[in-house]
């Protein structure tokens, strides 16, 4: 562990091991991650800003280990962490223009207890600005580059922090996920990402995009770091009366790759969709891996799923309208200094004109138009009463099964600028994810494959609410199975 | 999408309206741009119409779990400075604010 090579390639899991052992101290772990970032971010673009204060970070917990205290679940690993999540001290600007200089007063949760554990924030990592997009191309900061093919997206909102961690610039990272932005990129940048049952992770601390569907979650290289992290950011928190009080399980240590007798639900509507020749080749591969490890494959049905973008895209920009209506130019953010009459109303909408994005707005607009009078039966009320029958047949399939399979995307990474221009053509894209938000269900994507190109490409699990274990089993089974697909490495490293 | 779709609009006045409820100031580009996106969009999204809903209660928030309440007790937690830094414009120890009325 002690040498760099190793390094790159260690698990946090690895590197937690290797830091409490003394094998390695958590000042040299984040050296060398920051050397990574400043080595290969100019071609990557993944981070906003980097943490001034990770190496001190990284010699408290040397201290820790030296004085024989304990030093935390996460000794010494080092986090990419999204910049939705507010980091005390250290800018957080959500990818906008709106939020160029803000530094929060406070931290989330999630940063908090990341912290508490031992791991080191190594800097804030782009997205699509305040989470609206499927490939990160609508960040203040530029696009970012999938590590696999510079040409190609990340994948989006979480896109900053899959390609720190595809690239190896941080072994662990957290995203958040409102329709698929942990999952969709972790597909693309052949990652595990899971986005956990509604209520595992307290929101306190995340800028808000559409509060009844976000969570965040862990990115990570294998089913057992996104358990560690997983288990260390989750349970009830004071500040998000949301969270669940639902008991944590020690993931990392309880799950298992025994999938005998399960039962794996396919979504007939899933595989019906018209799907890329190679996510249907990894899928049918991934099905395959399960039923050879006895896993019982059972064919299920959701015949309203096709409905989920409408529904997720109606009820999250209703969610954002509303969210975003904070952004004033009076507290903090942009403000105008384009001054004409200088009114309070020219302020506001100039500040908000300005500092928001063409994607942001686009979807103000339509959310302000989904709940406004004469429109709110048809669009917001509709979308919410089909929302409830989306979940109500998720827990009616869950009767018949334990897990349901089905592909993340359609397609693996698509080329940077080709869907920029057409926004419905890139809602659609997220067909197979947000019907798991709009349900409140656990999802994850695990690597599977690889596309003819050399593009990785991940299926997506679900399980039912709080039972992440049984994910979490399915997951190891297939990353023992699949062994192969974690040997490659991006062309980037 | 279909391509088709692009050549159809919302009426431009219906985006202006929408504009002022959302505040945002918006060029003309931009409200054009959006009158044809958005009918696009809100085009697809018609298909919800043909489920049928009645009677079906809205689902506002995922989980089934009640909404906790806590003592509603003031905490002394955090400093002035952090937050003030963060405005465009202070005074002393208050917010700088366009005129209101």
């Known amino acids: 562990m002690s040498q760099i090579s190793d390094l790159s390639q260690a698990t946090c899991t690895e590197i937690r091991d290797a830091v409490r052992a003394k094998k390695v101290s958590a000042l040299e772990v984040t050296k060398h991650f920051s050397a990574r970032i400043k080595a290969l971010d100019p071609k990557i673009n993944a981070f906003v800003t980097l943490n001034e204060k990770a190496e001190l970070a990284a010699s408290n917990v040397d201290g820790k280990i030296a004085r024989g205290e304990d030093p935390g679940a996460l000794a010494g690993v080092p986090m990419a962490v999204k910049d939705l999540l507010c980091t005390k001290g250290l800018k957080t600007t959500a990818s906008s223009k709106m939020l160029a200089n803000f530094i929060p007063p406070y931290s989330a949760t999630v940063v908090n207890r990341l912290e508490a554990a031992g791991a080191v924030t190594l800097g804030k990592t782009s997205l699509d600005e305040f989470a609206m997009g499927s ?33 190896r610039m941080a072994p662990g990272a957290i995203g958040t996920d409102t329709g698929g932005s942990i999952r969709q990129p972790a597909s693309f940048c052949g990652l595990f990402g899971i986005k956990p049952t509604y209520g595992r992770v307290s929101r306190y601390g995340i800028i808000a995009f559409a509060s009844s569907l976000d969570q965040a979650g862990p990115m990570a290289h294998s089913t057992k770091d996104c358990a560690l992290l997983l288990e260390t950011i989750s349970g009830s928190c004071a500040y998000d009366s949301t969270s669940a009080t639902i008991e944590v399980p020690k993931w990392s240590e309880i799950i298992k790759d025994d999938v005998k007798g399960l039962r794996v639900g396919l979504p007939k509507e899933y595989f019906a969709e018209k799907m890329d020749g190679d996510v249907e080749r990894v899928t049918k591969e991934a099905i395959a891996a399960l039923k050879d490890r006895g896993a019982i494959i059972v064919d299920i049905t959701l ?107 359609t397609s693996p990474a698509f080329k940077i600028g080709e869907r920029i221009n057409d926004p419905l053509e890139m809602y659609l894209n997220d067909i197979f994810t947000t019907s798991t938000n709009l349900a409140g269900l656990p999802g994850m994507s695990v690597p599977a494959g690889y596309s003819a190109k050399g593009l990785p490409i991940g299926v997506q699990l679900m399980t039912r609410h709080f039972d992440e274990t049984r994910m979490f089993n399915v997951s190891l089974a297939l990353e023992n199975a699949l062994g192969a697909v974690k040997a490659r490495r991006p062309h980037v490293i | 999408m279909t391509k088709d779709n692009s050549n159809k609009s919302l009426d431009l006045a219906a985006v202006r309206k929408v504009a002022e409820l959302s505040r945002l100031e918006l060029t003309e580009t931009e409200m054009k741009a959006y009158a044809g996106q958005l009918a696009a969009v809100l085009e697809n999204f018609e298909q919800l119409q043909a489920v049928d809903t009645k009677g079906i209660e809205p689902l506002v928030t995922p989980t089934d779990l009640s909404v906790r309440l806590r003592e509603d007790e003031a905490v002394k937690t955090k400093d002035i400075e952090p937050f003030l830094s963060n405005a465009p414009a202070r005074s002393g120890n208050l917010f700088k604010v366009p005129p209101v009325v």
């Open chain 1, 303 to 409: 015949p309203l799923v096709k409905h989920a973008v409408p529904v997720y895209y109606l009820v999250a920009t209703s969610e954002a309208a509303s969210n975003l209506a904070r952004y004033d130019g009076m507290r903090y953010g942009h403000r105008t200094s384009n001054i004409t009459t200088g009114s309070l109303e020219e302020v506001y909408t100039r500040s908000r004109g300005e500092g928001f994005g063409a994607e942001v707005k686009r979807r103000i607009m339509l959310g302000t138009y989904a709940l406004s009078s004469g429109y709110y039966d048809a669009y917001y009320q509709k979308a919410s009463q089909v929302r409830r029958l989306i979940r109500n047949e998720f827990l009616s399939a869950f009767e018949s099964c334990d897990v349901i399979l089905s592909p993340v995307c």
């Open chain 1, 135 to 167: 490939s990160n191309e609508n960040a203040a900061t530029g696009p970012v580059k999938n590590p696999w093919d510079p040409e190609y997206v990340p994948g989006g909102s979480s896109g900053g922090s899959a390609a720190a961690l595809a690239a």
